[in-house]
């Protein structure tokens, strides 16, 4: 990638009651008369089509120049400020969020990485005209295995013969540009794949058959399709990268995606919880409404805490990205694993507060259901939580010999949201991390300074000391604990681990933005009660007495002046 400064991203805390410019343009998506609201969406998702209307608005607004780095005449530059565009999207539709976004991102990153000046030029032409790239990495039979893929591509002269399947590929046929992941070596081994960046417009049709679209019960509208390439040639100056590089590069590019994908799906619960407050405001029950009744407060105000701690670990990676290149295979790994799990808990206890509600398709509560169904699609985009699990285990005996309890904290930039830092570069990314842990150092870090304070002082204490536990484990784990085959205790282990992680961001993202605008998130309520229920997820912590009127009181303020219930809080349409 280029090496060139982008344009310095504006801090997300200005001018807060001012919608941001894509959420301007989708409109206020609650009402009837929108072409782009709820309702819209939800007839286009029971017809199993994206939304075209929808797709216009992203074309005018030039979406695709926010996958661009911005050396090559787009708008990327740094990745919390990516996920935070493509919040309006996920919090209206996954399936275009996926079909017309997060799918050219996993498309285009590899070449970004790896890719030579004309071929990224040319791919960088592609998005900026509002084409779309589709990524083949997976094969149906190997899965997440992405190293026994059978797809394959041999020289023969100046070109390059594709043979093979991709299957269950969002966009295939609709993409102008794919980047596919194929075997160029016989023999076994890393050496064995190089990925291929293909000009559909360019390729013998004659050569391609396309396979019937998959339907699935969630994201219904995306073009989940097949292809299968028989001896198809292609220039063999199309491969992305060295022969037999494949590897390394995909390996920095899922760190891109694992980051920011999560961190933009926080759009998807944040309407979730919206939905569930406006019914918990206007329901009456024993005389009041639901949202006073005390278990549906605390059903309500953990939700958002889960939320909140889910934006705090993943927009810390995405910062991490620039900050911490060389340790982010693991953090990255972490965000894929956890945050869509807070998601789905955090889902499931707003279900109870809505009740049977929760399983309509349509009226004014049908987009959380719609949601309840896409949101589990949508955290298995290239990677499932076992697989980020896998890529933790072999690296993390390293990192708890090496760093935890002895670094120093990361530096202030890796949270300080309003600090603009350096263009996104993936090749600075590294495919296995090293023996430090700048982020989890946060953790001790901060815990020493809070030692005096009654609450949070034993409550980071008992982290701390969960943190020492799990150092041990990891040190007296066997040979084959350390591989990505270990067994299911050590899979556990990686579990803790990115828990731990999670309050390491909270802790640092408190810590380091005192000139947030917003008083409660500089006063330490929310991070009292998300650090403790990251502690009850461990078993570990003093006993707490629910979630704090504070906390339940700002989501209850949010809600009804129509703002975010991120960690920026921006006014919505």
């Given at each position: 990638?280029?090496?060139?400064?982008?344009?310095?991203?504006?801090?997300?805390?200005?001018?807060?009651?001012?919608?941001?410019?894509?959420?301007?343009?989708?409109?206020?998506?609650?009402?009837?008369?929108?072409?782009?609201?709820?309702?819209?969406?939800?007839?286009?998702?029971?017809?199993?089509?994206?939304?075209?209307?929808?797709?216009?608005?992203?074309?005018?607004?030039?979406?695709?120049?926010?996958?661009?780095?911005?050396?090559?005449?787009?708008?990327?530059?740094?990745?919390?400020?990516?996920?935070?565009?493509?919040?309006?999207?996920?919090?209206?539709?996954?399936?275009?969020?996926?079909?017309?976004?997060?799918?050219?991102?996993?498309g285009s990153v590899n070449v970004w990485s790896s890719g030579s000046a004309k071929q990224r030029r040319w791919l960088a032409d592609v998005l900026l005209r509002n084409g779309r790239v589709a990524a083949g990495y997976t094969d149906m039979s190997t899965g997440n295995d992405v190293s026994r893929t059978a797809f394959s591509a041999r020289v023969e002269r100046d070109s390059l013969v594709l043979n093979g399947r991709k299957e269950i590929i969002n966009n295939l046929a609709r993409a102008e540009a794919v980047t596919l992941l194929?075997?160029?070596?016989?023999?076994?081994?890393?050496?064995?794949?190089?990925?291929?960046?293909?000009?559909?417009?360019?390729?013998?049709?004659?050569?391609?058959?396309?396979?019937?679209?998959?339907?699935?019960?969630?994201?219904?509208?995306?073009?989940?399709?097949?292809?299968?390439?028989?001896?198809?040639?292609?220039?063999?100056?199309?491969?992305?990268?060295?022969?037999?590089?494949?590897?390394?590069?995909?390996?920095?590019?899922?760190?891109?995606?694992?980051?920011?994908?999560?961190?933009?799906?926080?759009?998807?619960?944040?309407?979730?919880?919206?939905?569930?407050?406006?019914?918990?405001?206007?329901?009456?029950?024993?005389?009041?409404?639901?949202?006073?009744?005390?278990?549906?407060?605390?059903?309500?105000?953990?939700?958002?805490?889960?939320?909140?701690?889910?934006?705090?670990?993943?927009?810390?990676?995405?910062?991490?990205?620039?900050?911490?290149?060389?340790?982010?295979?693991?953090?990255?790994?972490?965000?894929?694993?956890?945050?869509?799990?807070?998601?789905?808990?955090?889902?499931?206890?707003?279900?109870?507060?809505?009740?049977?509600?929760?399983?309509?398709?349509?009226?004014?509560?049908?987009?959380?259901?719609?949601?309840l169904r896409d949101l589990p699609v949508a955290s298995l985009v290239h990677a499932g939580g076992t697989v980020c699990q896998a890529t933790m285990i072999p690296q993390l005996p390293r990192m708890a010999r090496g760093g935890w309890l002895r670094d120093d904290g990361a530096p202030a930039e890796l949270f300080t949201m309003n600090r603009a830092l350096p263009e996104l570069d993936a090749e600075r990314l590294s495919v296995m991390a090293g023996r430090e842990d700048p982020l989890m150092a946060a953790l001790p870090e901060v815990?020493?300074?809070?030692?005096?304070?009654?609450?949070?002082?034993?409550?980071?204490?008992?982290?701390?000391?969960?943190?020492?536990?799990?150092?041990?484990?990891?040190?007296?784990?066997?040979?084959?604990?350390?591989?990505?085959?270990?067994?299911?205790?050590?899979?556990?282990?990686?579990?803790?681990?990115?828990?731990?992680?999670?309050?390491?961001?909270?802790?640092?993202?408190?810590?380091?933005?005192?000139?947030?605008?917003?008083?409660?998130?500089?006063?330490?309520?929310?991070?009292?009660?998300?650090?403790?229920?990251?502690?009850?997820?461990?078993?570990?912590?003093?006993?707490?007495?629910?979630?704090?009127?504070?906390?339940?009181?700002?989501?209850?303020?949010?809600?009804?002046?129509?703002?975010?219930?991120?960690?920026?809080?921006?006014?919505?349409?």
């Amino acid at each position: 990638m280029t090496t060139a400064s982008a344009a310095p991203a504006a801090s997300p805390f200005t001018d807060l009651g001012t919608p941001a410019a894509l959420e301007s343009r989708l409109g206020d998506p609650t009402d009837p008369g929108n072409p782009l609201g709820f309702a819209a969406f939800l007839n286009a998702d029971e017809r199993g089509d994206l939304l075209s209307a929808g797709e216009r608005v992203l074309d005018a607004y030039g979406l695709g120049a926010e996958f661009v780095p911005a050396a090559l005449g787009g708008r990327l530059g740094q990745a919390d400020h990516l996920a935070r565009v493509l919040r309006p999207l996920f919090r209206r539709d996954v399936a275009l969020a996926l079909g017309h976004g997060a799918s050219n991102l996993v498309g285009s990153v590899n070449v970004w990485s790896s890719g030579s000046a004309k071929q990224r030029r040319w791919l960088a032409d592609v998005l900026l005209r509002n084409g779309r790239v589709a990524a083949g990495y997976t094969d149906m039979s190997t899965g997440n295995d992405v190293s026994r893929t059978a797809f394959s591509a041999r020289v023969e002269r100046d070109s390059l013969v594709l043979n093979g399947r991709k299957e269950i590929i969002n966009n295939l046929a609709r993409a102008e540009a794919v980047t596919l992941l194929a075997r160029t070596r016989e023999e076994a081994g890393s050496r064995s794949h190089s990925m291929v960046l293909v000009d559909m417009a360019s390729v013998p049709r004659e050569r391609l058959r396309f396979l019937p679209r998959y339907r699935t019960s969630g994201v219904r509208a995306l073009y989940l399709g097949g292809l299968e390439f028989q001896d198809c040639p292609v220039p063999v100056t199309a491969v992305a990268g060295g022969f037999g590089e494949a590897m390394e590069t995909i390996l920095r590019a899922f760190q891109v995606t694992r980051a920011v994908l999560p961190a933009a799906a926080v759009g998807t619960v944040d309407q979730q919880l919206r939905t569930v407050m406006d019914f918990a405001v206007q329901r009456r029950l024993y005389g009041r409404a639901v949202s006073e009744l005390p278990h549906a407060r605390s059903l309500l105000a953990g939700a958002w805490l889960d939320l909140l701690v889910a934006d705090c670990l993943a927009t810390t990676v995405c910062r991490a990205l620039h900050v911490l290149p060389g340790q982010t295979s693991v953090y990255a790994a972490a965000v894929k694993y956890l945050v869509p799990t807070l998601m789905r808990e955090a889902v499931d206890a707003m279900a109870v507060v809505l009740g049977a509600r929760s399983f309509l398709r349509e009226g004014e509560h049908g987009v959380f259901q719609k949601h309840l169904r896409d949101l589990p699609v949508a955290s298995l985009v290239h990677a499932g939580g076992t697989v980020c699990q896998a890529t933790m285990i072999p690296q993390l005996p390293r990192m708890a010999r090496g760093g935890w309890l002895r670094d120093d904290g990361a530096p202030a930039e890796l949270f300080t949201m309003n600090r603009a830092l350096p263009e996104l570069d993936a090749e600075r990314l590294s495919v296995m991390a090293g023996r430090e842990d700048p982020l989890m150092a946060a953790l001790p870090e901060v815990a020493a300074e809070l030692a005096g304070d009654r609450v949070l002082g034993p409550l980071c204490a008992s982290l701390v000391g969960e943190l020492r536990r799990l150092k041990d484990q990891f040190g007296a784990l066997a040979p084959r604990d350390r591989t990505p085959v270990a067994s299911a205790g050590t899979f556990v282990l990686a579990e803790r681990y990115a828990v731990l992680l999670a309050a390491a961001a909270c802790l640092g993202v408190w810590r380091h933005n005192a000139d947030n605008p917003n008083p409660f998130l500089r006063d330490t309520a929310w991070l009292a009660a998300a650090l403790g229920r990251l502690a009850g997820r461990l078993g570990c912590g003093p006993e707490t007495d629910g979630v704090p009127e504070p906390v339940f009181a700002e989501l209850a303020r949010r809600h009804e002046t129509r703002r975010g219930f991120d960690l920026t809080g921006r006014r919505l349409a």
